[in-house]
């Protein structure tokens, strides 16, 4: 299991987030938009910040 700092913890908590809130915006934008290509983009992109925390969270959990 990886020690982290109160500084590593403090960095990893402010990243999940910033992509946890990304994630929701792009979520939101994404079933709000009216034009399809470009709500499809924000829903890729919404998944893309989704797995980005599901990868922090893995980090910060010892995974």
Same mark, same amino acid.
């Given at each position: @299991? #990886? $020690?982290? #700092?109160? $500084? &590593?913890?403090?960095?990893?908590s402010g990243l999940l987030m910033g992509e946890? @809130?990304?994630? %929701? %915006?792009?979520? @939101?934008?994404? $079933?709000?938009? #009216? &034009?399809?290509?470009?709500?499809?983009? @924000?829903? $890729?992109?919404? &998944?893309?910040?989704?797995r980005r925390f599901g990868a922090l969270l893995?980090?910060?959990?010892? %995974?």
């Open positions: @299991m #990886t $020690k982290f #700092t109160e $500084k &590593d913890i403090e960095v990893l946890g @809130m990304a994630c %929701k %915006k792009a979520r @939101m934008y994404s $079933k709000t938009l #009216t &034009d399809a290509s470009l709500a499809a983009r @924000m829903g $890729k992109i919404a &998944d893309s910040h989704a893995s980090v910060l959990e010892g %995974k």
